[in-house]
């Protein structure tokens, strides 16, 4: 799919700098968005959904993940309607985990900055960036693009 049809399709829209007429390539493994990384589920024996979670349909017009500062530069993930599921209720040992995704087509992760990304069908961990900070009392620091 082009860039061009995934913002058609979502109704979303990427900086100008960005080439719409290129192929969104779909990734059938371990990939990163900005600040955002998608990690194959079962790589991950911590991390499940919680009892309780409940599991909501991709809309059509994607769904945000994260929202950089400021309220700035939105992680969406779209989908065929019926093809993605997600869950932001996650048990991440980390702490990270943003949302389990479950998708039975590829869906795509959008951001004004970075254009698309695609992700192949199957079971992901979408997770924040985080960095170890510096001096006396490093602490992690969440990486926010």
């Known amino acids: 799919m ?9 109704s979303l829209d990427v900086l100008d700098h960005l080439e719409r007429e290129i192929t969104v390539a779909v990734i059938d493994g371990l990939q990163a968005q900005g600040d955002l990384i998608v990690i194959p589920l079962d790589l991950l024996t911590t991390v499940t959904a919680q ?20 309220g700035n530069n939105p992680h969406t993930l779209a989908a065929d309607p019926g093809a993605c599921r997600y869950t932001a209720e996650v048990r991440d040992p980390l702490g990270l985990g943003i949302a389990i995704v479950e998708n039975t087509a590829p869906a795509y992760l ?13 079971r992901w961990l979408v997770r924040r960036q985080q960095e170890r900070g510096t ?4 602490r992690r620091v969440l990486i926010a693009d």
């Open 135 to 138: 001096g006396f009392r490093s």
């Open 51 to 70: 009892t309780w979670a409940r599991w909501n349909p991709v809309p059509a017009g994607g769904v945000e993940l994260v929202r950089g500062v400021a």
């Open 2 to 10: 082009k860039l061009a049809e995934l913002l058609d399709r979502t």
């Open 110 to 122: 959008i951001h004004p900055e970075h254009g698309g990304t695609g992700i192949a069908p199957g």
